[in-house]
């Protein structure tokens, strides 16, 4: 039985817009490390995860909310993706809300073939370390698409999009304007060392 999971990032920052310039954005679009979904700790296998050439970015995991599309790939037992956003109303909204400084996430829709349950104290190695029960493991997974929304299940996640000062100064943002992941790494614990400092809400 497949299992659809949402499985979210953990922000989004840019400067500057310009209807004229397309713009970027890049970041982790799943860390590889377990979350908590619906209160079920779980933890997608990114060992074999597909997902087409190129992915949907969309606003709130809505299909008639388009707002760009990326490229997948796994790197350091983490899901990374680089996309540009459409120059349509909900891509420029979308940056002119993240230049004003709202902290967008990014979602990962993934969909999972089957799970495999760890129960308690049992312990099984995913990405590249040791997770122990009790844990939902989501095998055989498929992206469908990444979203951008203002919540995170997936807390240890970051996105960016780029400013348009990036994009001029380098032609090709697939090149030396993009992140390295040690970029993307020290800049999601900034990120999380901020998010810790702010008063935490409990929605019912």
Do not use: W
Request: proline residues 3%; negative net charge; glycine residues 6%.
């Amino acid at each position: 039985m497949r299992t659809h999971y949402l499985l979210t990032d953990d922000s989004a920052a840019s400067i500057g817009t310009d209807g004229n310039t397309k713009r970027t954005f890049q970041g982790i679009a799943n860390s590889g490390k377990p979350f908590v979904y619906h209160g079920q700790r779980a933890i997608a296998d990114l060992s074999d995860i597909t997902f087409a050439d190129k992915v949907p970015a969309l606003l709130l995991h809505d299909r008639d909310k388009r707002v760009g599309f990326g490229v997948l790939s796994v790197a350091d037992n983490q899901l990374v993706i680089t996309g540009e956003l459409l120059d349509n109303e909900h891509g420029q909204n979308l940056a002119k809300e993240s230049d004003a400084g709202f902290p967008f996430q990014m979602s990962a829709h993934i969909i999972a073939d089957y799970e495999e349950k760890l129960s308690h104290g049992q312990t099984a190695v995913v990405n590249g370390q040791t997770v122990t029960g009790e844990m939902t493991i989501l095998r055989k997974c498929r992206v469908s698409e990444v979203s951008f929304t203002p919540t995170g299940v997936d807390n240890q996640t970051m996105a960016m999009i780029l400013s348009e000062f990036a994009n001029q100064s380098n032609p090709n943002p697939n090149k030396e304007s993009s992140m390295t992941i040690e970029q993307l790494t020290a800049k999601l614990a900034e990120l999380t060392a901020y998010f810790a400092s702010q008063p935490h809400r409990l929605l019912l």
